[in-house]
């Protein structure tokens, strides 16, 4: 790149164009409205933030149809309008989000009963064979039948893991109720 491309241009020292001579009454038309309408929207939309940016908005949109509007009787009355509009607009899509929230709203389930982790637990400790053939059992309401053909084993070996998962859990899960005397 030549060192004659990194120079500033010329064109960025100058200064812009003036604006038109119909553009030239939209500030004084601003400063005398911005700060009515504002205090208008933010007294139907409650947040000061958010009618300063629904004002900004309906300004923006006026400066863009500045020579049009600038005819009009009372142009103040037509950017209170859309920032109006903005507003209801805003307020509805709040409604519904609103709405739409209460319908997602998380139903609460409570946890698992300490006799159901128990259970979790000692599941956890059986070989997986048995535990899976327990699994299926009694959760699944499978057969042993069922079972087999899913694993792909025979029957007498699902009924064999059945016996040693049960055995296994009732060993895990024995509560102990005899008190020592002393």
């Given at each position: 790149m030549a060192a004659s491309s990194l120079a500033p241009s010329s064109n960025m020292y100058r200064t812009p164009p003036a604006a038109p001579a119909s553009?030239?009454?939209?500030?004084?038309?601003?400063?005398?409205?911005?700060?009515?309408?504002?205090?208008?929207?933010?007294?139907?939309?409650?947040d000061l933030q958010e009618a300063e940016?629904?004002?900004?908005?309906?300004?923006?949109?006026?400066?863009?149809r500045w020579k049009t509007?600038?005819?009009?009787?009372?142009?103040?009355?037509?950017?209170?309008?859309?920032a109006w509009n903005l507003a209801t607009s805003k307020l509805r899509r709040g409604a519904v989000l609103r709405r739409l929230l209460l319908r997602q709203r998380p139903i609460h389930i409570e946890g698992p009963q300490p006799d159901r982790i128990d259970l979790e637990l000692a599941l956890s400790e059986l070989k997986e064979?048995?535990?899976?053939?327990?699994?299926?059992?009694?959760?699944?309401?499978?057969?042993?039948?069922?079972?087999?053909?899913?694993?792909?084993?025979?029957e007498a070996t699902v009924r064999s893991w059945l016996t040693r998962g049960r055995a296994a859990l009732a060993e895990l899960l024995r509560i102990d109720t005899t008190e020592e005397r002393g």
């Open positions: 553009y030239a009454d939209f500030d004084g038309f601003y400063a005398a409205n911005v700060g009515p309408i504002t205090a208008q929207i933010r007294a139907y939309v409650g940016d629904l004002v900004a908005e309906a300004f923006c949109r006026a400066l863009g509007i600038s005819a009009y009787d009372n142009p103040a009355t037509w950017v209170r309008r859309v064979r048995h535990r899976k053939a327990v699994i299926l059992y009694y959760l699944a309401d499978m057969t042993t039948a069922e079972i087999a053909e899913q694993e792909g084993v025979a």
